[in-house]
């Protein structure tokens, strides 16, 4: 089946910095990437859409300037969560669809756990 | 906009039998999917059935089945012959363009 990967699988940082999170389609050519966060023991939120060249939707209540996306080629997509605090502390999943025949298969990657201190 | 919803925040059932999770959602949409996600403690999203909209037949997959309820907007999961392994996070989720979960279901197996 396809795999998507990110990179990193966990990331430590301090508060006021930048970090960046990367999401590769491995094995397909992904048009439509999407990013989700997950709290602890909490369902997983859309984030945003990433389309590749062009500016990603985001979903209601999402800030694009905290949360910036870039969707550079067929099989990578970055989440850069900027100037961090200790509340963007959370788990982060990128999907990446695939169109399959007559229909679109989204999968997951594994996810990346971001610790602000 | 689309909503799912899920239920039983916790469920727990004997290992071997079988336990019945439940979801219901909201939508105008006549053309979309329904699919029932696990999540076990590594967190990786694994799917484990999908059910297409304009499909009357309920989906199944091994031990796991669908009751896919169109008209009530009801689409709950069936898992037969309970195992250790199935212990985990379901999730029910929707997609017409964009995938999007139910609170989730935490599954437990006791032996």
């Known amino acids: 089946g396809a795999v998507v990967s990110q990179h990193p699988s966990w990331v430590i940082c301090k508060s006021g910095t930048s970090v960046k999170i990367e999401c590769r389609s491995l094995?397909?050519?992904?048009?439509?990437m999407f990013w989700y966060r997950q709290f602890p023991k909490q369902s997983l939120m859309l984030m945003a859409t990433s389309n590749e060249g062009s500016k990603a939707t985001y979903e209601q209540g999402v800030e694009k300037d905290k949360f910036l996306i870039n969707h550079a080629s067929l099989t990578l997509s970055t989440l850069t969560v900027t100037s961090a605090h200790p509340e963007d502390s959370s788990f982060y999943i990128c999907?990446?669809?695939?169109?399959?025949?007559?229909?679109?298969?989204?999968?997951f990657g594994p996810g990346t756990r971001l610790t602000v201190t | 906009a689309q909503t799912v919803t899920q239920s039983q925040p916790e469920m727990s059932v004997q290992e071997a039998e079988t336990v019945t999770l439940s979801c219901t959602y909201d939508?105008?949409?006549?053309?979309?999917?329904l699919f029932w996600y696990k999540q076990p403690p590594s967190r990786q999203m694994i799917l484990v059935i999908r059910q297409e909209a304009y499909k009357q037949q309920n989906a199944t997959e091994n031990r796991f089945s669908v009751n896919f309820q169109k008209a009530a907007k009801s689409f709950s999961l069936k898992i037969s012959d309970s195992q250790l392994g199935d212990a985990a996070m379901y999730f029910c989720?929707?997609?017409?363009?964009?995938?999007?979960f139910g609170k989730g279901t935490r599954l437990h197996i006791l032996p």
């Open positions: 094995d397909f050519q992904a048009t439509t």
């Open positions: 989720a929707y997609k017409a363009d964009k995938i999007i």
């Open positions: 939508t105008s949409e006549s053309d979309y999917y």
């Open positions: 999907s990446a669809r695939d169109y399959k025949g007559s229909a679109y298969e989204q999968y």
